[in-house]
């Protein structure tokens, strides 16, 4: 996956990087007025959040659209926000079209 680097100081920098999350989940933004030591501390903060059992307690919602997927949803199916949303017969014929691993639990 190619993910553009957005320069925040560009004409079209809220633009692009909405584009790049929308269309990708992430946004990468270079010149940007944050301060590299608040960076490093938010990417600390994440780890040791990832890493604790905390993280369970933010289980995916497919009411709100957002939540942890937990490696036992996320590494079994490619779909699986397609499955958490669709009927199982749907789910399977978007599964067999973009994967030869077996369907997820879902399906």
């Known amino acids: 996956m190619h993910l553009p680097i957005v ?27 944050l301060d590299q030591n608040l960076v490093q501390g938010i990417y600390a903060e994440w780890l040791q959040f990832f890493e604790s059992d905390a993280k369970h307690q933010y289980a995916h919602d497919p009411v709100k659209l957002d939540g942890y997927f937990s490696p036992a949803v ?17 789910c399977c014929r978007r599964h067999r079209a973009n994967t030869t691993r077996p369907p997820c639990t879902a399906c």
């Open 74 to 90: 996320s590494e079994t199916c490619p779909v699986t926000l397609v499955c958490s949303l669709s009927t199982p017969a749907t």
């Open 7 to 33: 320069d925040f100081r560009g004409a079209d920098a809220a633009q692009a990087f909405c584009r790049n999350l929308r269309d990708t989940g992430f946004g990468v933004l270079s010149n940007h007025p």
